[in-house]
C-alpha cells in the first residue's frame, strides 16, 4: 500500500535561514508521481512541482528546490533564503500507476518563518 | 479565469440535516476529488470521478455521497449517516482521471462545514 510520511510536524525558523521539509514514501510500484503543495493560511492548495519515477535530476525554481532519491525513497524539498510569506504547511504526495489519479498525501509540515 | 469554485466558504448546519457543498471547474478536466482535512492533519479522500456519470469511493466514502452528472460539476452530500462532518473540505480535479505527465491536481479555496 502506498504511504507518504513527513516526519516534521512543525518548523520554525528565521527569515533568510534555508530549511528542508523531509518526505519519504512507500509504494511497490516502479511507476509513479510525487508531489509537494503548499497549504497557505487562506486554505487552497496550491501546486508546487510533480516529479516522476523515472527523473530523479534535482529540480531548482528560485528559491526552491527539491532532491528525489529513490534509494532512500525520500522527496525533500528545500527552500533558500527563507521569506515570512512561506509560512504554510506544505504537504508531499504520491500517485501510484497501479492507483489511478488517487493522491495519497502526507500529514503535512507546518512551517512558520519569523522576521 | 479558469478555475475550481467551491461555495460557500463557511456552512453551518444542525446535526441530523444532510447539507451538499457545491465545486464546479471550467478548466475542462476529466477527473475531480472530494477531499477531507481535519486540524493538523492531511487530506484524506471520500469520492472521486474519472469521468461523467461514473464515480468511485475513496478512503472515507461512509456518510457521503456524490453525483458527476455533468463534466464541470461534483456535487457532495454530507449525510445525517456521518459521524463527525465538522471539517473543511476541499474539491479538486485534474486534466487527465489516469496518471501521466501532466495529471496534477488543482484544488478549490475549500468550504468549513460546522455542524452544530
Known amino acids: 500500500a502506498q504511504k507518504v510520511t513527513q516526519a516534521q510536524t512543525e518548523i520554525s525558523v528565521v527569515e533568510k535561514e534555508d530549511v528542508t521539509l523531509d518526505c519519504v514514501y512507500e509504494?511497490?510500484?516502479?511507476?509513479?508521481?510525487l508531489f509537494w503543495y503548499k497549504q497557505p493560511p487562506s486554505g487552497e492548495l496550491v501546486f508546487l512541482i510533480r516529479?516522476?519515477?523515472?527523473?530523479?535530476q534535482n529540480e531548482i525554481s528560485g528559491r526552491y528546490s527539491w532532491n528525489f532519491q529513490k534509494s532512500t525513497s525520500s522527496f525533500n524539498f528545500t527552500i533558500t533564503a527563507s521569506q515570512v510569506v512561506d509560512s504554510a504547511v506544505y504537504f508531499c504526495a504520491l500517485s501510484e500507476e497501479t492507483s489511478g489519479s488517487r493522491l495519497t498525501f502526507g500529514e503535512g509540515t507546518q512551517l512558520t518563518v519569523n522576521p | 479565469d479558469g478555475g475550481i469554485t467551491q461555495s460557500p466558504k463557511y456552512l453551518f448546519r444542525k446535526e441530523g440535516q444532510n447539507v451538499t457543498l457545491s465545486c464546479e471547474q471550467n478548466l475542462n478536466h476529466d477527473a475531480m476529488y472530494w477531499y477531507r482535512q481535519d486540524p493538523g492533519q492531511g487530506l484524506r479522500l471520500i469520492y472521486y470521478s474519472q469521468i461523467v456519470n461514473d464515480f468511485q469511493k475513496g478512503d472515507i466514502a461512509e456518510g457521503y455521497s456524490v453525483s458527476r452528472e455533468k463534466k464541470e460539476s461534483f456535487p457532495l452530500t454530507v449525510t445525517s449517516a456521518q459521524k463527525n462532518p465538522t471539517a473543511f473540505y476541499l474539491c479538486a480535479s485534474s486534466i487527465q482521471p489516469t496518471p501521466g505527465p501532466y495529471n496534477e491536481q488543482f484544488f478549490g479555496p475549500g468550504t468549513r462545514l460546522t455542524v452544530l
Open positions: 516529479r516522476n519515477s523515472f527523473d530523479e
Open positions: 509504494t511497490r510500484d516502479t511507476t509513479y508521481y
